[in-house]
């Protein structure tokens, strides 16, 4: 099921994919992006191409849609999760407000992915 998450969150623009750690944080926007699963290995965009992510699916457990509620705007993202919950990966949806409005349609398609999945998923 990992695959296809990340499968249907590729076919999506704008949604920016982030590895983060306490050391360095990695960012690639979704567009246009190929995705591929050799063994327990998936690779999001082409190995030859400088910016690419190998993702071990045996280390992710779970994952949860999140909206954090902030002051001007609330953010909607999947979060990806390994053994101890500690953050893997995480799919943020972008260009969520127009003008400080919040776009509706980019809306709908986050909940109805949050919908396909469920809000908690386990792997």
Not at 53 to 79: D, G, L, W, Y
Not at 103 to 113: D, G, P, T, V
């Amino acid at each position: 099921m990992l695959l296809a998450i990340l499968t249907d969150l590729l076919k999506i623009d704008d949604v920016l994919m982030i590895i983060k750690n306490s050391a360095a944080i990695s960012e690639i926007k979704s567009n246009s992006l190929n995705i591929k699963q050799k063994e327990k290995w998936i690779t999001i965009g082409d190995s030859d191409e400088p910016a690419h992510m190998h993702i071990n699916t045996e280390m992710i457990r779970t994952a949860e849609f999140i909206e954090n509620k902030k002051p001007v705007c609330t953010s909607f993202s999947i979060q990806f999760f390994d053994q101890n919950h500690e953050p893997v990966l995480s799919a943020f949806f972008t260009k969520m407000y127009d003008d400080d409005h919040l776009n509706f349609e980019r809306k709908k398609i986050y909940e109805n992915l949050c919908q396909k999945y469920g809000s908690k998923i386990k792997f």
